[in-house]
């Protein structure tokens, strides 16, 4: 059975910091590309990082030179770290793993950005 759970999210203040991290198990976590992703309520899941199975990452712009991934093969674990937080990233974020039309999704952790 194939599991990506999510931890870390929050509430934190405009300015702050915290760190996703995503477990999964059930798969050779070494040959998926993982994903990070969040959702607002109304509004369509939007793609905020990937990480390559080497763990080369790239961003979306919005949070470009904030948000750094990473990952730990030996851990099966991918994180998110998050910094100079804004309001407008509050939302639901979710890991996902890709590889080839396979796919899996977490279940989502919240984060809350507000003073």
């Known amino acids: 059975q194939v599991q990506l759970v999510e931890s870390g999210g929050g509430l934190v203040q405009p300015g702050g910091s915290l760190r996703l991290s995503c477990t999964a198990s059930?798969?050779?976590?070494?040959?998926?590309?993982m994903g990070w992703y969040r959702q607002v309520p109304g509004k369509q899941r939007e793609l905020v990082a990937i990480?390559?199975?080497?763990?080369?990452?790239s961003y979306t712009d919005s949070v470009k030179g904030r948000f750094t991934a990473s990952r730990d093969n030996a851990k099966n674990t991918v994180y998110l770290q998050m910094n100079s937080l804004k309001p407008e990233d509050t939302a639901v974020y979710y890991c996902?793993?890709?590889?080839?039309?396979?796919?899996?999704w977490g279940q989502g952790t919240q984060v809350t950005v507000s003073s």
């Open positions: 996902n793993a890709l590889s080839g039309s396979t796919i899996y």
């Open positions: 059930g798969i050779v976590f070494g040959f998926y590309v």
């Open positions: 990480i390559s199975e080497g763990g080369t990452p």
